[in-house]
């Protein structure tokens, strides 16, 4: 029986990346390598499929004993490559919206499934949004699912900004995995290395036993693996950034920036800095990046001057400087142009505080670029220099050298063509299968790019649609790892009179297949930005205007809502997006507490 979820959905996420340009070559990649009646290919091997499920044991595994023994399904039939090219089309607009909605009602209209007398091993790595998506659609009355992180629990991130200056508590924006799906095992390690060929991921985790600790080293098995880790915050190169610079992608990050803006202040109120200079710089905080999450930075940083600096710091106030660098001409990339003018007219605005003067403390620098980061200066490469006390990093992300690591490890098959349009993430085919993993690795999230799409961008909205869409996929009575001599085949019904969801009919329909199972499609909602003093932008899709989804210059229509209408959706749509009740509460008391009683300055 389907473990029983509430499920919440992912309206709209608050950090855009985009990737650049794709080679025409690889978004036909995985047509060009599925099995197709040609004179190289065997006619028993298009009839007859290979199940790779495999089978490895290792005694000091914390995996129970099993082997996997897939049902055999009945034979497929040929499929021409119109029908493939046909079947992973882009489903019209209004009937993928029709199926999207419908799908929250999978769990009513769900058919049986028969439980397997042995289950398969199925490992996920990381803890994210698209994992933490996974985990609650995921059948494990199918599979035995273990989960390895080194972190045990889920954090909402587009909140991280508010939780670095106390607007929200930290404990309120994350859940333990556990709670997620209490029928998972969770490991907490990291994995280091895997390895495609057997079926191996090698792990580490710290054992602490009193005051002392020591590295453990263990290896796990799988039938299939899950793999998403996410991405890391990229420095481009640029020395002094790893030593003196903050990120905003964990909760750590967060308590750090926190305990810092109040370092800050706390500084430039000794009696040492006598002169003006000294006391600027101390209060001279310095974002690189101007994206969603330093716009977000900046605005929650303004608030915290604006509704409690004037209560601790009011002498101080006036030396306060939040400058904003950013590399391109714009700000906020994936916003319309009237919306960026809208956020610039707000971070940039004067501030009157009682009892003292007029202030202005946030500017922003456009077509500025960073050639270095001391401790004392952030350094630029038209020769400019700005002293600062704190300096924060949201400047792009990059990927783990674990990815990197497995990417290499599968450059001798068809990975390797597909990275001219992946770029060290792992290229994956329309049913988020790992291009040359033979069917039993899956990726998705920041890690991953989808070879017939490089423009996802990398945001947690796609990631917990990815996540969504491959729990359900797994969980129904789907063929997704049957080789040929040319490549996988693509995924598959056992057979063409299985029992479909409501919403799998319509997208059969839509497709105009109802054997090929429905490849992932992203459903664009719209991305939020908070702007400070109770204002956000909204943007919203309402249609998807002209141009294909999988082209740079697609311009659907949206619409745009700002100011304090704006902010109403915007804290609406985060309190939906909360993975629990829990949640919702604890960050509704959170913006309670602030409103009555100001922002915690304790250094923890």
Known sequence: MKLPTISVAVLLSSSVYAFTTPHNRVSSLFLRNTVLRDSTTDESDLLTPTITGTSVTNEDTPFPETSTQSKAPKPLLNISQDRIKKATKERPYPLFLAEKTLGIFDDLSSPPTTPPAIKEKLLVLGTGWGAAAFLKNIDCEKYDVTVVSPRNYFVFTPMLAGASVGTVDFKSITIPIREINRKVRYLESAATEIDPKTNTV????????????????????????????????????????????????????????????????????????????????????????????????????????????????????????????????????????????????????????????????????????????????????????????????????????????????????????????????????????????????????DCSCLAQNPFLPATAQVAAQQGEFLGKLLSKDYVTNSLGNNGLHPVTTINSEQDKTIADKVAAFAMGDGEIAPPFQFLDLGILAYTGSGSALAQVQVAPGKGAPNNEDWTPVRLQIKGSLGFGLWRSIYLLKQTSVKNVVLVTLDWIKVALFGRDISIL
Request: a negative charge; aromatic letters at 8%; glycine letters at 8%.
């Open 202 to 445: 090698n792990c580490v985790s710290i054992v602490c036993e009193g005051n002392s600790c020591e590295t453990e080293e263990f290896s796990l098995t799988y039938d299939r693996l899950i793999y998403t880790v996410g991405a890391q915050t990229t420095t481009f190169g640029t020395p002094g950034v790893e030593e003196y610079c903050n990120y905003l992608k964990q909760v750590g990050d967060a308590m750090q920036i926190k305990n810092a803006i109040v370092n800050c202040f706390e500084s430039a109120a000794l009696p040492k800095n006598l002169n003006g200079k000294d006391i600027e710089k101390q209060l001279t905080f310095v974002i690189v990046g101007a994206g969603p999450t330093g716009i977000e930075f900046a605005a929650e940083l303004l608030d915290f001057i604006e509704e409690d600096g004037v209560r601790f710091y009011k002498d101080l106030l006036k030396y306060v400087r939040i400058i904003i660098v950013e590399a391109a001409p714009s700000i906020l990339r994936p916003f319309e142009d009237g919306m960026k003018a809208e956020a610039i007219q707000r971070l940039t605005r004067k501030i009157d505080l009682e009892g003292i003067d007029t202030i202005q403390p946030c500017e922003i620098l456009l077509n500025k670029q960073v050639s270095e980061v001391t401790e004392s200066y952030v350094y630029f490469k038209d020769g400019d220099k700005i002293p600062y006390g704190m300096a924060l990093w949201a400047a792009g992300i990059g990927q783990l050298p674990i990815t990197s690591s497995l990417v290499q490890s599968l450059e001798e098959t068809e990975q390797k063509e597909a990275q001219e349009s992946a770029r060290g993430r792992i290229a994956v085919d329309p049913w988020l299968r790992v291009i040359g993993g033979e069917g039993k690795i899956f990726a998705l999230g």
